[in-house]
């Protein structure tokens, strides 16, 4: 049991450590390209996701409030970022897509990472 809590321990330091060096990543391609952590992390999100494309789907998939992701949203839109379109189905959905110019600023990120 205690050789399980020690291996569990050692995980949980190592997983703190790449969240550390994660976030130290995400805050230089932020500020490169003058954009917020929580911008780039739902630009990222809606890259790796692409059948994931709402608002809600990502405040769950980037741990962000609704509302919070809608500000957002409306920043990177009028940044031309993405674009929201409404669901021919249900007029409370928008789709979010990314725009070129976002796929060239991931791009570049995988490439300097």
């Not at 190592?14 to 130290?24: F, P, S, V």
């Not at 890259?47 to 990502?58: E, K, N």
């Given at each position: 049991?205690?050789?399980l ?70 920043k ?38």
């Amino acid at each position: 049991m205690k050789h399980l809590l020690d291996s569990t321990l050692v995980l949980l330091r190592a997983l703190q450590l790449g969240q550390r060096q994660l976030d130290i990543l995400l805050d230089r391609a932020a500020r490169k390209w003058q954009l917020s952590v929580s911008e780039l992390r739902i630009l990222l999100f809606l890259s790796g996701s692409p059948d994931r494309d709402t608002a809600t789907d990502a405040a769950n998939g980037c741990g962000m409030s609704k509302a919070s992701v809608s500000g957002n949203v409306l920043k990177l839109a009028t940044r031309g970022l993405l674009t929201a379109d409404m669901d021919l189905k249900d007029r409370r959905l928008q789709h979010l897509t990314l725009t070129a110019v976002s796929y060239t600023h991931l791009r570049a990120h995988e490439t300097e990472a």
